[in-house]
């Protein structure tokens, strides 16, 4: 027992020199693949390390250390040149992660890279080439150039950050290169770099100003004409068999056309939103006209739902059937009126 005792006091016990030769293992493969530019084994190694030696801080410290650094040093700056001013907002490690996020495809001339009404939850960086963006007029019913986007431009920006369908159409017109950021890929870096949403906003922001500005007219693809509203009322969700679901919340609609409406809902979350969205819809509602009550029921299909501050969400419900123009306007006219909403999933 004396001389067992005195040879682990000099060499510590075997699991403490099994739980060093795991991690200095790790730490090598991580370094390797690094090396390699095979980030996505680099990361899954470091996951390995951080859940099977947790306490062993320096080397998980160390290891990202390492994959950040590579990462920053393969970067290609030709990539980055187009895009230099949304860049230099990213600190080393927020450009590294965004840098790896995205995705390249090719365009080929008069291929649709999205088309209105569709969504794809993508934000897309032009590289090269040229594209149309366009929209159709339901007035002049016809297509209507909005601008032609080139080498550093970006859009889409409407659908990725708002859970709603494009409102437009970009085409090729000649072969082009384009990156694009997934919703799930934006989420998933987002965990690590939160500071990364708050300023790709506001770069995006700034984009989409300069696309409208040498417009002609406001794009007017709205088919109907909206009017203001103040009705309070509530929405039901309605499971995928058309059962009603029991959980009630109180909203609040702000304008109506023959189309569609909008109604604000207070502290939704964005994973029910994003569920939310494209979801059908049956809508009864009830409004007064002077003495009397009516009642009205459509159904339609979630096609927008956009957050804002203090927790508010605006939802756009498209009607499947149009409303009839002389009930709009008599509940316009009588915004004193309550609303219910019975909500489809």
Known sequence: MDKKTSINNNTGSPDEDNGDLLVRTLLNGIAQYANQKNFAKAERLREELIKASPKAVRAIVKSGEIIEQKKAESMDPRLIKPWADLFNKFNTSEAAAFYYALKTFIAKPNQPVFQQGSCDNRLYFIQTGSLKLKYFDYELKKNVVITTLKKGDVTGIEAFFTFTNHTTNLVAVEESVISYLDKDAYQKILTGHHTIEAKLCA???????????????????????????????????????????????????????????????????????????????????????????????????????????????????????????????????????????????
């Open 203 to 345: 770069y995006c922001d700034s984009k989409k100003i300069n696309y409208f500005q040498n417009a002609p007219a406001p794009p007017a693809r709205r088919a109907h004409e909206r009017y203001k509203a103040n009705l309070t009322g509530h929405v039901q969700r309605i499971d995928q068999n058309g059962n009603l679901l029991k959980d009630i919340s109180d909203i609040r609609i702000v304008d109506l056309s023959s189309g569609g409406l909008c109604y604000i809902m207070n502290h939704i979350q964005i994973g029910d939103a994003a569920n939310l969205h494209n979801s059908k819809v049956q809508i009864t509602s009830a409004y007064q006209k002077y003495s009397l009550s009516y009642e009205l029921k459509k159904t339609g299909k979630v096609v927008s739902l956009k957050f804002f501050p203090h927790g508010e969400c605006s939802v756009h419900i498209q009607f499947e059937d149009l409303l009839d123009e002389s009930t709009v306007m008599e509940i316009a006219k009588h915004t004193d009126v309550t609303a219910y909403l019975d909500l489809l999933v």
